[in-house]
């Protein structure tokens, strides 16, 4: 599938600090998923937005779906050592009989 | 536990040789995919696969095929003919449900050609 764009393409944060990311595309989604992926494993869904303007939280990451339907928001608050990986988002366009395009990565990097 | 596996995690293969990577689903999802992930790069489709008995070429599909005899398992070949088969290939699936469309990863194989 074609490719969403992410940015930024890396960061480096202090231990404590919030991370923003975000994902865009020229076609309108339905859907966003956000993933995390760690070194050599496969990535976990982090989570999944199906509304234009929903705002959802799983734990101290929040993800926002953008109202124009074709952007998508990452955020991390307070990040921790363990919130090191690459971050993707990702999602199904209309009519593309099920495929997923997939952005080209967060990665993320958590000082102590 | 519900989920997806690959197995093997750890793949080597001489140059000249096919090979199987397995994997299975047992969370009733229809639709299932192969991808293919290279250092420091996205991912890319390989080939997917909504119900038993179909698949479908995604954009890398060359040296590689596919069966999807049962709903669970959804094996990709690595063939001669993939010109630089080394990568971490990852399998998913997700529900064929377009009001609530999620995929799920398995774990990934990670395949070295010698």
């Known amino acids: 599938g074609q490719q969403l764009n992410q940015s930024p393409q890396s960061m480096f944060i202090q231990e404590g600090e919030d991370v923003s990311m975000n994902c865009t595309s020229s076609s309108i989604f339905n859907t966003w998923l956000w993933y995390k992926q760690d070194p050599g494993e496969g990535p976990v869904l982090l989570i999944a937005?199906?509304?234009?303007?929903e705002l959802t939280s799983n734990g101290r990451l929040t993800a926002q779906f953008g109202i124009t339907r074709k952007d998508s928001f990452l955020n991390i608050s307070a990040s921790i050592p363990s919130d090191v990986g690459i971050y993707f988002c990702a999602g199904p366009p209309p009519n593309t009989g099920n495929q997923f395009y997939f952005g080209t990565g967060t990665s993320l990097t958590v000082i102590p | 536990d519900g989920g997806i596996t690959q197995s093997p995690k750890y793949l080597f293969r001489k140059e000249g040789q096919n090979v199987t990577l397995s994997c299975e689903q047992n969370?009733?999802?229809?639709?299932m995919y192969w991808y293919r992930q290279d250092p420091g790069q996205g991912l890319r489709l390989i080939y997917y696969s909504q119900i038993v008995n179909d698949f479908q070429k995604g954009d890398i599909a060359e040296g590689y095929s596919v069966s999807r005899e049962k709903k669970e398992s959804f094996p990709l070949t690595v063939t001669s003919a993939q010109k630089n088969p080394t990568a971490f290939y990852l399998c998913a699936s997700s529900v064929s449900d377009r009001s609530t469309d999620t995929q799920y990863f398995g774990p990934g194989t990670r395949l070295t050609v010698l």
């Open positions: 937005l199906y509304k234009a303007g």
């Open positions: 969370l009733n999802h229809d639709a």
